[in-house]
T-cell receptor, first 112, second 115 residues
Framework: GDSVTQMEGPVTLSEEAFLTINCTYT??????LFWYVQYPGEGLQLLLK?????DKGSNKGFEATYRKETTSFHLEKGSVQVSDSAVYFC???????????FGSGTQLTVLP | EAGVAQSPRYKIIEKRQSVAFWCNPI?????LYWYQQILGQGPKLLIQ????????DSQLPKDRFSAERLKGVDSTLKIQPAKLEDSAVYLC?????????????FGQGTRLTVV
């Protein structure tokens, strides 16, 4: 079945540091890939998505590129802010499924 | 546009008691999902509705969990009787379709503690 493997957390960075959160997946067919973010006390929000190979999703300075050859969708940001502190979830929807399959989440804390 | 509404936000019950959660999806969204998020894990789908019909309930523990979506709008998720391992955040989400390009919108969740 479909599965998503995320980099173990927690991750602690200083403000303006470079962020990478690794995500790899296993899926049938050609899935769409997503990053969701959960800020403290709030629900999950879609951060960015990519629907086909080599697509790059971007939002709020975050980027992720759909790499079919390595089955990866790593999240990156060049300069993190304190306000980026949250839990980040990688997820997919495959062609055979009708709902999201999530990774286990990565807790990010950015210190001033 | 109003988001997905869930209530209550928090609930503490003793094991073997029953509990119910309520969800009101975004207006016009035909698809509704209930997810269970155990601490330190990603959300896991419990049940998916399309209008008022069940699309997927393969991971719903049917001996104790039940869900309904009357009139294709609001939904309730019930646990009876609750076990300690049911302690989790229960997330409701909705979308206006299904498939690889569909965006799901999530509520804030209900945090259940079973003692």
């Amino acid at each position: 079945g479909d599965s998503v493997t995320q980099m173990e957390g927690p991750v602690t960075l200083s403000e303006e540091a470079f962020l990478t959160i690794n995500c790899t997946y296993t899926a049938t067919g050609y899935p769409s890939l997503f990053w969701y973010v959960q800020y403290p006390g709030e629900g999950l929000q879609l951060l960015l998505k990519a629907t086909k190979a080599d697509d790059k999703g971007s939002n709020k300075g975050f980027e992720a590129t759909y790499r079919k050859e390595t089955t990866s969708f790593h999240l990156e940001k060049g300069s993190v802010q304190v306000s980026d502190s949250a839990v980040y979830f990688c997820a997919l929807i495959s062609g055979s499924a009708r709902q999201l399959t999530f990774g286990s989440g990565t807790q990010l804390t950015v210190l001033p | 546009e109003a988001g997905v509404a869930q209530s209550p936000r928090y609930k503490i019950i003793e094991k073997r008691q029953s509990v119910a959660f309520w969800c009101n999806p975004i207006s016009g969204h035909a698809t509704l999902y209930w997810y269970q998020q155990i601490l330190g894990q990603g959300p896991k789908l419990l049940i998916q509705f399309q209008n008022n019909g069940v699309v997927d309930d393969s991971q719903l523990p049917k001996d104790r969990f039940s869900a309904e979506r009357l009139k294709g709008v609001d939904s309730t998720l019930k646990i009876q009787p609750a076990k300690l391992e049911d302690s989790a955040v229960y997330l409701c989400a909705s979308s206006n379709g299904v498939g690889v390009n569909t965006e799901a919108f999530f509520g804030q969740g209900t945090r259940l503690t079973v003692v």
